[in-house]
């Protein structure tokens, strides 16, 4: 079949599949291990939350398998794995982000390729190439669904299944067109509704699970010959035609003409960002500009801030404008909770979410004073860059601005080796995991040399909430 013929849907799925074993540089690995150990912290945190121990339990009472889960004794199939782990992953809000996508890859890949991995005997550096790709195929379908695919369908779900159908089929063995039926098929049962927002409910971690265990499955059925729609994405009753008023169906194909990771077309993992905070990714402009009028003015803040103003991208007010957060995670998605926090304690933290931050006092005063605006030149910019400004005015007359256009852990504002193993201790801090630390991130470190992933994923049991 001629490329003039192909299908968007068949278009990229060849261009995965021609990628070459050593089609895959250093520098382009080594983003891949760190997202690996990214992706890690990040599940190992999870597994001592609320929703993790759910997770847990329902991982518990699964058949058994191959695939190591985490928080659960034995191994599992590669999809319950997949599942379970992408679940715990998309917990704590301090995966990584693409911001052209709006997708977090890490928490939907990577889960999908450790899963198949063990089922496949695949090696520490077939992983990374498949993390590589998968990256790749849910960053270029999330770039084209457009702004309005968001309003109402998180891209991590929607799109982060092709994903998770790349890096699974790329180590699963699948041929162009077996890649191009688990694009089909993952495509077609690919949901994520924004509803749960409303209620600050836990179904954001089963979307990253579920797209994860929709990948590795689509994946082994296009192994037995279960064939998948040919033009998933921009068909007239695809992905882009259900989901989206301003898709750029082109853009999933963009500059691939001469091959992936290539001059043309660079490997889009390259432009992934790392989470410091431990909020939804649409406060953390404002988070860092509040972490600079803070420097300037000083710590003690509590008795003397008068007004808060947040200027910033639509998408980021239509997704955190929650005034009058109520639980832990309604304040992860609260750009007036967070500034204030950061603002008051110069960190926006994991632990700093309890029912002791949400009903304090000055906490509560300072969130009260807090405005949000939307400025059409940062919205302009946005997905490309994801800004905000902040102006603090405090009793005595006092002023401070600071706008940020590339926050702490984007490409632009690197988060260091260093930085990331703190992250990465700091979240495993009080979990059973925590004594392991030494050796997961001494065997990450050599992930490229391994001959094996069997006894990667650290083993820990969690307390499980039954039933």
Request: negative net charge.
């Amino acid at each position: 079949m001629r490329v003039s013929e192909q299908t968007l849907t068949e278009r990229l799925a060849t261009a995965i599949f021609d990628v070459p074993a050593d089609g895959f540089d250093r520098a382009t690995l080594a983003h891949a291990q760190r997202f690996v150990l990214d992706w890690l912290a990040c599940a190992l945190a999870g597994t001592v939350t609320p929703a993790g121990t759910m997770l847990n339990a329902e991982g518990a009472e699964r058949g058994a398998g191959p695939s190591a889960t985490l928080g659960v004794p034995g191994g599992r199939d590669a999809e319950t794995a997949a599942l379970i782990n992408g679940g715990l992953s998309h917990i704590v809000e301090m995966d990584d982000l693409d911001r052209g996508s709006v997708v977090h890859p890490g928490t939907v890949v990577v889960p999908a390729a450790l899963a198949v991995a063990e089922q496949v005997g695949a090696t520490g550096t077939d992983v990374l190439a498949a993390v590589v790709v998968g990256y790749e195929a849910a960053i270029r379908v999330g770039g084209a669904v457009g702004r309005s695919h968001y309003a109402y369908w998180q891209n991590t779900a929607t799109c982060g299944a092709f994903g998770a159908a790349a890096a699974a089929g790329r180590l699963l063995g699948l041929d162009a067109t077996q890649l191009a039926w688990a694009f089909g098929n993952a495509g077609s049962v690919a949901s994520g509704l924004w509803q749960f927002n409303h209620d600050g409910a836990m179904t954001k971690h089963l979307h990253a699970g579920r797209a994860a265990a929709n990948g590795v499955l689509a994946a082994r059925l296009a192994v037995r010959g279960f064939t998948g729609a040919r033009a998933i994405l921009e068909g007239p009753q695809g992905l882009f035609a259900a989901t989206s008023t301003d898709a750029e169906p082109q853009r999933v194909v963009a500059g691939i003409e001469h091959g992936l990771g290539t001059a043309d077309s660079p490997w889009k993992i390259g432009g992934v960002s790392i989470k410091p905070h431990a909020s939804c990714r649409h406060t953390h402009p404002a988070v860092d500009a509040a972490l600079a009028v803070r420097r300037d003015f000083g710590a003690d803040l509590a008795d003397r801030v008068v007004g808060v103003q947040v200027d910033t991208y639509a998408t980021a007010l239509a997704v955190t404008d929650r005034p009058d957060p109520r639980n832990p995670y309604q304040a992860k998605f609260s750009l007036q909770y967070t500034v204030a926090h950061a603002l008051l304690h110069g960190r926006v933290g994991l632990h700093d979410f309890g029912s002791d931050r949400l009903d304090d006092r000055d906490l509560r005063r300072v969130m009260s004073t807090v405005r949000l605006d939307v400025d059409d030149v940062l919205d302009a910019r946005y997905p490309t860059a994801w800004a905000a400004r902040v102006a603090v005015e405090l009793k005595d007359g006092s002023t401070r601005v600071a706008t940020v256009d590339a926050p702490a852990g984007d490409p632009e504002n690197p988060v260091t080796d260093a930085a990331l193993a703190t992250k990465f201790r700091d979240l495993i801090a009080g979990t059973p995991y925590a004594e392991q630390s030494d050796r997961v991130l001494a065997s990450i470190a050599d992930l490229d040399t391994r001959p094996s992933m069997t006894g990667f994923l650290p083993t820990a049991m969690v307390p499980a909430i039954a039933g």
